[in-house]
Structures are given as structure tokens and as C-alpha cells.
């Protein structure tokens, strides 16, 4: 026990959807985070992982929290080895901080967070993603090596620091989404990608979903390749669509004239500063003001439906809805205003509509909201192996408990 | 293993379903690491999920060890039939169920090749990316259980970022969908856990891929080098140039004059030959592959050949796919080795394996993915000399250590399998392996699902060490090695 940081006891910022913790660990080490780990563990205390806390929110509405464990101490290690385009760093750096660092030697992850203190221990699991997904997945795709706390006061590696390597089973990518169910991300190493030379993103607005659904298709489908494709609702006025290019210089502006010629509408083009500013936005988008933070997916091929499906859910609140949705993909975030009570009727919509959307997770939400709809809905497939595995990895059931998808 | 599990198989998968003879049941008592063989019990051969499902069952039941099997052309043993146990051949689930051309999505059986995949979409325009060399036998089963590479991996990665969901049968006998053809399910990334698990975790019944369009443009160069260290100075430098190729590799000159003798690509005569492949819209492939060309000569490359049009640059890839079976011309044996370093070590492990050459007195071709790092030493011997068979195992070996002090891997797509088990503490510690024995408890815990597989255990007895030996599918030249 003596090896363990010290605790101090929680405060009223240090809430996890506004119920205070009993303590907060800030470890200066991996090997103190593993052994307060297996402290709490031992104690049977409720823990609750945090990173940089930007999406502490989301799951249900904790009982209560004994522990809330921070990786915001350990020590900001980041190893890029830029030759070999892959980088070694400890959970509590940030990703700005981290593309910060790589853009030294002209690298990035190429992962998007909306939330400017987003850690990589939280951004792998939450497996948060944003426009970037389209080309690059989401960090469980990028995702090379990991490290972890288990509930024992062990740390474990799996994987490697190379890009190619099947040897062992992927706990790394098995842990990402897990919401801190199963372990805590100590350390990940990742493959990275040069960053492009130029960039440009075209925005088309449309009068009809039809005709945009129609131009995602014809891009899909094209032999043109996109870093992102986007699709923005917004609150009133007329839906568009971002198509953003990177590569050399004139790749990109060949490969936007090639996308001008599909796009039927108003199109404009960014790029410079207003095309990062765009970005931003778009990335941004969903969590503005207070309102309900839906994540939802769909088939492809359905994406204006999805659209017709929006406007009709316009009837059941009286507050605003945005989508921001990657188009080509298939996922988006659909933000929710108005009061609980209609705010839960429009996620019970959306959970009826099974022929059309799937895996509807509420993000953000009030505790009302929360109340009245499961925070994530439907139970997974192979439930008993989860819940095999997550009494392995927790037999305590102190993490995240009854709080996270297992 | 009493007669009465062959019976209730047989009420299961059919008379014809069930082998039991040790004549049928030759086929099975290896893949294609045939160094390792061993007999099973019993052969099944099901055609639905639901009596995958009624085989796991019983064998849950029974406590009897299974061991799927997709079309064995796996390169670690991975599907080595277990004393007593049973087989299950999914060669006959080879059905596509769906092409999806507008939501770029395919649903097949697992026994449906690699290949077939591509061919079922191709008039479409689209292509599944994961090529293993082996692809026109491997089956798609197969991929997932290995996480499959193949050449065009550094771009486009591998069987885990192209499989969307997987219907599987869990140990105890259920049948359960895992991931989703919808992106960003909530909840741990079991499908990731199944994908590269080696038939340790689930028998997979359906698996679901994404296929991409086919690009506009591929270009492919061929440069020769006098040394590995100048056609590694090549790659590095196009790769800080930030060009992504799809694919980048490499041959010394052990391994071109293998392939010079077997399929005539008409390589040139060098130290090294580095081959360079940019595919994508055509503006941008053109536009880099200029910048590569470049690079190649002004890091001494005595010749660059561009591949002037499909018919060139299948050449090239030839004389590069048969490098393996190639060696066969040169060595009466040899040993493949998969190894992994970083990139960037490349030059340091390649002087290591030159002095290992020259310590141990038997050749050593090298054959590699230099984008990634991924080598595949070929060790030669004569097996009719005592001794240099058990010689090349050792020296397959000490390569692994290099590797893995270079802070690689020990396998960059064959698998551990039965083979490289004993290698795993090589890289991992004991909490490391205690924790992957932990998660596979959890999943089976009774120890039923291809046991003796991926972990290290003490040896079964029907595991004898052996040296390679080449397969007779490959002899034949029906397959070949990556």
C-alpha cells in the first residue's frame, strides 16, 4: 500500500455527471496507477477512469463513485520514431499535444477530437472519431501497442512498436470503446501518417437530401479518395456537403476539379485558414450549447432516408437538431435540444427505426434524459463472453461500474 | 476416442460429413508447416452454421478438443489437429451470401477463398484489399483467424480493418454475431479479439467485409541497388518525403537469382532490388511516383525500370511472389522465417543475418516487406547432410532473438500457432502471457478451442520439433509462400 499516490477526497469539479467521488488518485507512475488500481480493487471501490475528463459524461449515471483514478500525472512521455512512422505515448498527453509534437517532423494521428483537453487514454476508450474516420478509421484502426493497468496491480503490453505483428492476442484494440470497463490505458504506441502537403475541402449546399445523398454516392463510388466527407444539418436551412482533399499540391486540385464536376449545387471551396475553420465547426458542431448528443450509424447506401428521418424528428422537439454525419461511412452525431421529456421520445424513435439506424448511444444527456432512456441501448451480441471477460479483467466490478456498455 | 462421438457426428453432419479413416484422414494432419503433423479422431466436414453449432456442442459436452480448419495453407501450424480431437473443415461453407456493391460490403461463408472475393466484385470495380500471396487458396475463414497481410498492407493494413462483423460459433456451442455492418458500435472491440485470435476463441461461420473501389492508377518501379543499406536509404527517404507506397519491397541477391531461375523476370543482376508501388487517383501517382524515381537514382540505384504497362509490372511482381518457392532451384531446403523489426533497423538486422550466413555456413535469402519492416529470411540446407537440418531450425531461430531485440515482432503474418509458441516469452512477459491465458480462460474455459495453440505450454506429445519441410501443395506449385 505504501507504494500507492496519495488520495485526496474529491470535490465538487471533480463530479463524473454530478455525482462527487469519494477520492481522487493523481498517480506520478504507471506502476503507482496499477497499484491504487489494485488497491480499490481489493476494496471493492467503485472507480471511475479519467483522462483529460472532456467526455466524463458519457455513460449512465453512476450510484456512486469511490475513486475517481486520473492519468493526468504520469509522466507526458511520447516517443516518435519518426523513420518508422509510429509513436510510443503515455495516456494523459493530450492530442493536440501530440500532433503538436509529431508535426515536428511533418507526421500526425489522424484522429479528430471536438474537446481541446482530449486525452489519448479517453480517445481510445471512447473510440471517438470525427471526420477523419473516413480515410483513417478510428484510432482502434491506427492503434499498434498498449499498455495496461489490470485490477490485479499488474501492467501488461500486447502488441509491439512495429506496424506489422500478429503475435498474441489485440487486447489493445479489444480495450478501445471499452469506456474503462476492463482496464485502464496506461501507454499506447500507434502507426502515424505523414501529414499532406495541401489541403482543400469543397462545400456543396442542396436544396433536396436526395440530390445530396445522390453526390455522396457518386464520390463513394469515384475513384477520387477523400481525407473526409461530411454531411452537415443544421439547425434551420439547407443541408451540405464537405468534401476535403489532401495530398500534393496539384492531387489536390485536380482531384477537386474532378469532385466539381459530380457535385450538383452551390459549391464553394475552402482552403487556408476559413477551410480549417470549417472543419472545426463541423467537428464541433454537435456539442455546442447544452442540448443531447446522440451518436447513431446506418447503412451507407441509406443516408437520405437518414436525412427525411431527421426532418421528421423535427416534429417531436420543440428545440433544435444538427446532424454532422460522415456520409460515406455511415455515422454521426445528432444533437437534441428541447426538454428531456422530448428528448427522450426522439431516442426512442430512433431505436424504433431498427429497419434504418442501429447502435443509437446517448452521449451527452441530463440526468432526466438519462432517466427516462438507457444510455446505450441495445445489449450486444455474445453478451456472455463480454460478461466473461469483463469478470476476468474486473472481478471486483469497480470499474466504471454500471456506468459503461459491459 | 470411442466410436460413439464419430456416431453422433455422423447424426450431425451426415455419413459422407464425417471422416474417420486414418486414410481420409491423412489430408488433415497438417497444414502447411507440414514439419508438424499429428493424427486427429475424427474429421468433420459441416455445411451450415447450425451444424458447426451442433459439432462444438457435442464436443462442449463431451469435453472432446476441436480444431477448425479453413483450406490449410496457414504457415504456423495453426490448424494442427489435436491427439483425440476433432476437425472442423469448413471447406464446405464456400457459399457467397450477398455482394452489397452500394453500401461496398460482401457477406461470405468462411471456406470462400481470399480471391474469390475480389473476383465476385471486380466487375464492379471494387477489390478486397488483404492480398496474402496465398490468396487464390487461403480461405477468408483462414484470414481471420491469422489477420492476414499480404504485400499492400502498409497501406491499406490488414483482415482486422476490413471485416465489419463475423457470425461465430462461441466455445460453448453459441452462436453469436460480433462487430456490426454499421460503423462505431458501442462497447470493447470483440471482433478486433477474434480477428488474428488463430482459432483459439470462436469457430467463425459468416464474416462480412468491406471492399474498396479499385484505385485509377497503380505504378510500379523496379531499382537495383549495390547493397541492402543504399535500397533501404531509398526507402527511407521516400518515406520521409511523405509518400505512403503500396507497397515497398525488397530482395537481396541470393533470393533474385533464386527467382531468375525459376519464373525469368528478368530482374537485373545486383546486390538488391527494391520494388516500388504507388496506386491512387493518377494526378497524385503520378506526381509521386516522379519523386520516387528521383530518389531511387540519386540514392545510387544502378538501374530503375518502370513497369510500362499490367503485362511489366505482373513480371515484376512474379519474380517477387516466387521468390519463396523459388528457392527450391538454389537449396534442396529451406526454411521460411517471419520476422518483424522496425523499419529503420532494417540494415543493422540484415548485417546480423549476413554474419549468421557466413557463422553457420548455410545460405540465407532475404526477401522482405521494407515498407513495414516484415522480413522473410529463407534459410537453405540439404536435409540428406546430418545435422543442417536442425542447424537452419536454430539459425530460423536466433533471427527471431535478432528481431526482437531490434523491438520487433516474432511473427509479422504467419501466426504463432503451434509453430512459434515457444518464442512468445521472447516477447511478452509472464504477466503479459498470464493475462492473454486469462482472456482466453474466459472465452473457453475448458481449454476445448484449438488448445496448444498461440500460448506456451509444455509440448503435447504428439508434437515433434522438426525442420521444414516443404509442403506438397507448394511442391506441386499450387502455392507459394509470402
Known amino acids: 500500500m505504501a507504494a500507492s499516490a496519495a488520495l485526496r477526497p474529491g470535490v465538487e469539479a471533480d463530479a463524473v455527471d454530478g455525482v462527487v467521488p469519494g477520492a481522487v488518485a493523481e498517480p506520478g507512475t504507471p506502476e503507482q496507477l496499477a497499484a491504487v488500481l489494485a488497491e480499490a480493487s481489493s476494496a471493492g471501490r467503485t472507480t471511475v477512469v479519467r483522462g483529460g475528463g472532456t467526455k466524463l459524461g458519457w455513460g449512465r449515471v453512476p450510484a456512486r463513485v469511490d475513486l475517481l483514478l486520473s492519468t493526468a500525472r504520469l509522466a507526458p512521455v511520447v516517443v516518435h520514431r519518426d523513420g518508422d512512422l509510429t509513436a510510443t505515448v503515455s495516456a494523459g498527453v493530450s492530442l493536440a499535444d501530440l500532433n503538436r509534437q509529431l508535426a515536428a517532423k511533418g507526421q500526425w494521428l489522424p484522429v479528430d477530437s471536438a474537446f481541446a483537453g482530449a486525452t489519448i487514454g479517453g480517445m481510445l476508450a471512447t473510440n471517438d472519431a470525427g471526420p477523419l474516420r473516413h480515410r483513417h478509421g478510428t484510432a482502434r484502426d491506427l492503434l499498434i501497442g498498449v499498455r495496461l493497468a489490470l485490477t490485479d496491480g499488474r501492467l501488461v503490453k500486447a502488441g509491439g512498436t512495429v506496424v506489422k505483428n500478429v503475435a498474441g492476442y489485440d487486447l489493445g484494440r479489444f480495450v478501445t470503446g471499452s469506456f474503462g470497463t476492463l482496464a485502464v490505458i496506461v501507454e499506447a504506441t500507434f502507426k502515424l501518417l505523414p501529414v499532406p502537403h495541401a489541403s482543400s475541402t469543397l462545400v456543396t449546399a442542396y436544396a433536396s437530401a436526395e440530390v445530396l445523398a445522390a453526390n455522396a454516392a457518386a464520390i463513394a463510388a469515384s475513384q477520387i479518395e477523400p481525407l473526409a466527407c461530411d454531411v452537415h444539418v443544421p439547425a434551420a436551412g439547407r443541408p451540405s456537403l464537405l468534401v476535403r482533399f489532401a495530398s500534393s499540391p496539384a492531387a489536390t486540385r485536380a482531384q477537386a476539379a474532378t469532385a466539381r464536376t459530380m457535385l450538383v449545387g452551390e459549391t464553394e471551396e475552402l482552403s487556408g485558414d476559413a477551410e480549417r475553420v470549417r472543419w472545426t465547426g463541423q467537428v464541433q458542431a454537435a456539442w455546442a450549447g447544452q442540448a443531447a448528443v446522440v451518436r447513431l450509424s446506418w447503412m451507407p447506401a441509406r443516408l437520405a432516408e437518414v436525412l427525411r428521418l431527421v426532418e421528421d424528428l423535427r416534429g417531436r422537439t420543440s428545440g433544435a437538431l444538427t446532424l454532422t454525419a460522415r456520409a460515406i461511412v455511415g455515422t454521426g452525431l445528432l444533437s437534441v435540444g428541447g426538454t428531456p421529456r422530448e428528448q427522450a421520445a426522439v431516442v426512442e424513435h430512433l431505436r424504433a427505426r431498427t429497419d434504418l439506424v442501429g447502435h443509437v448511444a446517448l452521449l451527452r444527456g441530463g440526468r432526466e434524459l438519462k432517466a427516462a432512456v438507457d444510455v446505450w441501448g441495445q445489449a450486444p451480441s455474445a453478451q456472455a463472453a463480454l460478461e466473461a471477460l469483463k469478470r476476468t479483467f474486473d472481478p471486483a466490478g469497480i470499474l466504471n461500474a454500471a456506468r459503461g456498455p459491459v | ?482
Not at chain 2, 519491397?249 to 543482376?269: C, G, R, S, T
Not at chain 2, 501517382?285 to 503485362?311: H, K, N, P, Y
Open chain 2, 1 to 482: 476416442m470411442p466410436a460413439p462421438i464419430a456416431d453422433q457426428l455422423r447424426a450431425v453432419c451426415g455419413p459422407e460429413g464425417v471422416l474417420d479413416e486414418p486414410v481420409q484422414l491423412l489430408t488433415y494432419e497438417c497444414d502447411a508447416l507440414p514439419h508438424l503433423r499429428q493424427m486427429p479422431a475424427v474429421v468433420t466436414l459441416p455445411r451450415s452454421a447450425a451444424e458447426v453449432q451442433a459439432i462444438v456442442r457435442l464436443c462442449a459436452r463431451e469435453g472432446v478438443p476441436f480444431v477448425a480448419r479453413g483450406h490449410g495453407s496457414g504457415l504456423s501450424g495453426g490448424a494442427l489437429p489435436v491427439p483425440g480431437g476433432v476437425v472442423i473443415s469448413l471447406a464446405r461453407l464456400n457459399r457467397v451470401l450477398e455482394v452489397d456493391i452500394p453500401n461496398r460490403q460482401v457477406t461470405v461463408e468462411p471456406g470462400v477463398t481470399n480471391l474469390e472475393i475480389t473476383r465476385q466484385v471486380a466487375p464492379f470495380g471494387y477489390y478486397y484489399a488483404p492480398d496474402p500471396s496465398s490468396q487464390q487458396v487461403c480461405s477468408i475463414g483462414g484470414n481471420v483467424a491469422e489477420n492476414s497481410g499480404g504485400a499492400h498492407c502498409l497501406k491499406y493494413g490488414f483482415t482486422v480493418h476490413h471485416v465489419l462483423q463475423v457470425e461465430a460459433v462461441m466455445p460453448d456451442g453459441e452462436l453469436v454475431t460480433v462487430g456490426s455492418p454499421m460503423a462505431d458500435g458501442p462497447g470493447p472491440d470483440l471482433l478486433a479479439l477474434l480477428v488474428g485470435s488463430e482459432g483459439t476463441l470462436a469457430v467463425v461461420t459468416k464474416v462480412v467485409v468491406r471492399i474498396l473501389r479499385r484505385p485509377e492508377t497503380v505504378q510500379t518501379l523496379l531499382a537495383a541497388f549495390d547493397s541492402p543499406r543504399a535500397g533501404g536509404e531509398a526507402v527511407s527517404q521516400i518515406i520521409a518525403a511523405g509518400i505512403v507506397p503500396a507497397a515497398v519491397e525488397m530482395m537481396d541477391a541470393l533470393a533474385i537469382k533464386a527467382a531468375e531461375a525459376a519464373v525469368h523476370p528478368n530482374f537485373p543482376p545486383a546486390d538488391t532490388v527494391l520494388i516500388v508501388e504507388l496506386d491512387g487517383p493518377a494526378s497524385e501517382v503520378t506526381e509521386l511516383f516522379e519523386v520516387v524515381d528521383a530518389i531511387c537514382r540519386r540514392t545510387g540505384a544502378s538501374t530503375v525500370e518502370v513497369a510500362r504497362d499490367e503485362a511489366h509490372r505482373m513480371r515484376i511482381w512474379r519474380g517477387r511472389k516466387a521468390a519463396f518457392a523459388a528457392m527450391g532451384r538454389v537449396s534442396p531446403n529451406y526454411y521460411v522465417q517471419d520476422g518483424v523489426v522496425p523499419r529503420t533497423k532494417l540494415p543493422e538486422v540484415l548485417a546480423r543475418i549476413r554474419a549468421l550466413s557466413e557463422r553457420s555456413g548455410l545460405g540465407i535469402g532475404n526477401v522482405f516487406h521494407a515498407g513495414d519492416g516484415n522480413l522473410h529470411p529463407l534459410i537453405c540446407y540439404d536435409e540428406s547432410v546430418p545435422g543442417q537440418a536442425e542447424l537452419a531450425e536454430k539459425v530460423a531461430g536466433e533471427i527471431l532473438g535478432y528481431c526482437v531485440e531490434a523491438g520487433g515482432s516474432i511473427t509479422g503474418e504467419h501466426g504463432v500457432g503451434a509453430d512459434k509458441k515457444h518464442y512468445m516469452p521472447r516477447m511478452f512477459s509472464d504477466d503479459d502471457l498470464d493475462a492473454m491465458q486469462r482472456l482466453r480462460d474466459a472465452v473457453d474455459p475448458r481449454r476445448l478451442c484449438n488448445p496448444g495453440k498461440v500460448l506456451p505450454t509444455p509440448r503435447l506429445c504428439g508434437e515433434v520439433p522438426g525442420p521444414y519441410r516443404q509442403h506438397p501443395i507448394e511442391k506441386a506449385g499450387l502455392g507459394e509462400r509470402f
